[in-house]
């Protein structure tokens, strides 16, 4: 399908994008401007990425319709279930096109950041499923905060390294691995998990991630006979299960295209990380896009209780959404997610993370006309959230 | 003729000794103190850095300066009042080295005004590439008189070494090795590439920068170059100076080793 809203050949979506890059990154990224849509196209190459997307996945993900929580919100809701893939995120999706990517570019090391360490997760597994090193960044606060993920890497074979500059969160173990990709430029793939950093990297991990509004066209047509909801709703940290949910509605004018951002203790607290309400045009990370910061242009330190969306940005695909008006853009209290998780887990029996939490708080702050058919990308499951979920509790008995 | 083009001007044989400093580091007040001490201790060429949280191509110990002079309060428009009226005392060239965030925040044009205005000769933004730079932003560089300087490392290829040094004013920087600042090199590893440059006909001189710490290696790099860039190592004998004096005395005793 053709996409209006496109990258062009520069990485740019509208204002937003590019590789602001130093030129010792210039080389690696060079290299995966030119070849990675040669390489994602080639036969062999989808034949074994479709081939481990379903027999080691698990996909197609389910496409359920929660009718409790459809009866609640008063609309037709459906969850896209990418909590059930292997890993336990959509993360996993573009883990291994990356790393199929990396090792077709001839590349034996890979590194990569994690907030929650999803992301993590999902590239030590692929590492571990194709042998190769796999080096993963994370904020120190967050290697506290997702102990049960950070054992799972290490059982996998990963390193995990923390990032102690900073906010020790996602922002700056993103900082860490550009770093360690600079310092090795030849043998190694940085396989970044989110829509951000310098082009080709939004417009790569969109396309891994397109398989989830693929699969959501064919499984609503089938069960209500139409491919288009009215809505679909999804979390934004960076916005890579948003980009993927998104992607094959993005020129159609009838779905409305609703991001949640976390507001963490409250949008101007001083501890929230929603990007299009406290940001401004700026560069991080390698792109153009919408950042939190100072007048002075340094990057505010975010917050939220869930360690992937704590980040001050979010991707140029994204900022173009806000920018042009195509995308609406909501967020969710710290408070409010957990709110939306209890009620989900004893309406529908699914404990979802944090990050997907936000998406579902979405559904309060919309009026839904008759009629609707709401698809909300159900990221992630909660069992990494577990101890935070546990510090709750008694507040939603 | 340019201060930065009169300083490789000198002799056919002259190294030029390029440091780095971050401006508000060691204190937020410090920055003309270790300019001057720098002068006056045979620097012949300063590259001043602006703090940036994020600095994506600065080692440890640059980064950490950053995180001081943040923490001490420094910004780019505190660093254009410091720079007041400091040609009267300092007459060596100055380039201002930084991230593209924190000068488009601060307007790229208005930036560059602020730079000429106050005897800036040139700017490194490593983050900035060249078709951003010739799209959108080297038309003001220029306007406003100021040199800019492009990065070449030894994965650049040889066109494209061509195109930056075509961009590029007053030097080249050539990056010893890919990588960020402050790690330690094996010269013999770079001598191919250093060497290999003067066979590109570049209209600009060549300073090579990264991982260059003592006489050793600053003479190692200097040897198939115009010159070269300290960076990490001075910040490191800045750490634990306060005052003009103890600046002076740290300079002094550093720069004395590289120009024995």
């Known amino acids: 399908m053709k996409q209006q809203i496109q990258v062009d050949e520069n990485g740019y979506y509208g204002q937003f994008g590019g590789a602001y890059i130093p030129e010792m990154l210039y080389p690696n990224v060079a290299q995966l401007q030119k070849e990675y849509i040669s390489i994602m196209e080639d036969a062999d190459f989808q034949k074994e990425y479709k081939y481990l997307l379903k027999d080691y996945v698990g996909r197609p993900s389910p496409l359920y319709l929660a009718q409790r929580l459809s009866a609640q919100i008063g609309t037709e809701i459906y969850l896209k279930r990418e909590d059930l893939n292997h890993t336990g995120a959509h993360k996993i999706n573009n883990a291994i096109g990356q790393v199929l990517l990396a090792q077709r570019l001839g590349k034996k090391r890979i590194i990569a950041e994690t907030g929650a360490g999803q992301h993590g997760v999902a590239t030590a597994t692929v590492c571990a499923l194709k042998g190769l090193e796999c080096i993963v960044y994370m904020g120190e606060i967050d290697i506290k905060r997702q102990a049960p993920n950070v054992a799972r890497m290490k059982m996998l074979g990963a390193k995990v390294i923390p990032a102690k500059s900073g906010s020790k969160t996602l922002k700056d173990a993103t900082n860490e691995a550009i770093r360690d990709w600079i310092n090795n430029p030849t043998d190694t793939h940085y396989v970044i998990g989110s829509v951000v950093g310098p082009h080709p990297y939004p417009d790569m991990v969109a396309r891994f991630q397109s398989i989830i509004s693929e699969e959501i066209r064919w499984q609503l047509k089938e069960k209500t006979g139409s491919e288009l909801p009215t809505h679909v709703i999804a979390c934004v940290g960076g916005g890579s299960n948003a980009a993927g949910a998104f992607y094959y509605f993005l020129n159609e004018p009838s779905v409305e295209l609703i991001a949640v951002e976390a507001a963490g203790l409250g949008i101007h607290s001083g501890h929230s990380a929603a990007t299009t309400t406290l940001g401004t045009p700026g560069v991080l990370h390698g792109s153009k896009s919408i950042v939190m910061q100072t007048a002075d242009g340094q990057v505010v330190e975010p917050h939220s209780i869930s360690a992937g969306l704590d980040y001050p940005g979010i991707g140029p695909l994204h900022a173009h959404l806000f920018a042009s008006g195509r995308g609406r853009f909501l967020s969710a209290t710290d408070d409010q997610s957990l709110k939306a998780a209890f009620n989900l887990t004893r309406l529908e029996g699914i404990i979802p993370a944090l990050e997907s939490s936000h998406a579902l708080s979405g559904l309060e702050q919309v009026e839904f006309p008759a009629g609707s058919r709401v698809v909300v990308c159900l990221s992630g499951r909660g069992d990494k959230d577990m101890d935070t979920y546990m510090k709750h509790m008694a507040d939603f008995e | ?260």
């Open chain 2, 1 to 260: 003729m340019s201060r930065i083009a009169q300083t490789f001007n000198k002799s056919d044989n002259y190294k030029v000794l390029n440091v780095y400093c971050t401006a508000g580091y060691p204190e937020l007040n410090s920055t003309i103190d270790v300019m001057r001490s720098l002068q006056q201790n045979g620097a012949d060429l300063i590259e001043l850095g602006m703090p940036y949280s994020d600095p994506l191509a600065d080692g440890e110990i640059i980064q950490q300066s950053g995180g001081v002079a943040l923490k001490n309060g420094m910004t780019i428009s505190i660093l254009f009042n410091q720079l007041k009226g400091f040609r009267k005392d300092i007459q060596v060239p100055v380039v201002l080295m930084g991230y593209m965030n924190p000068v488009l925040q601060y307007g790229f044009e208005r930036f560059c005004k602020s730079a000429a205005e106050v005897g800036i000769d040139g700017l490194i933004l490593p983050d900035l590439p060249p078709l951003e730079y010739q799209q959108e932003y080297g038309a003001i560089v220029k306007e406003y008189g100021l040199d800019f300087i492009f990065l070449i490392t030894p994965e650049t290829s040889e066109e494209r070494i061509k195109l930056l040094d075509s961009l590029s004013s007053g030097f080249l920087y050539a990056v010893s090795s890919s990588s960020t600042t402050g790690h330690e090199k094996d010269f013999s590893l770079v001598e191919k590439y250093l060497s290999g440059l003067s066979g590109y006909g570049l209209k600009n001189p060549v300073l090579a920068g990264f991982g260059i710490r003592d006489k050793t290696s600053f003479d190692a790099a200097a040897k198939y170059t115009d010159g070269a860039i300290i960076g990490s190592a001075y910040i490191k004998a800045l750490a634990g100076t306060k005052d003009a004096l103890s600046i002076e005395k740290a300079t002094k005793s550093f720069l004395q080793t590289i120009r024995q």
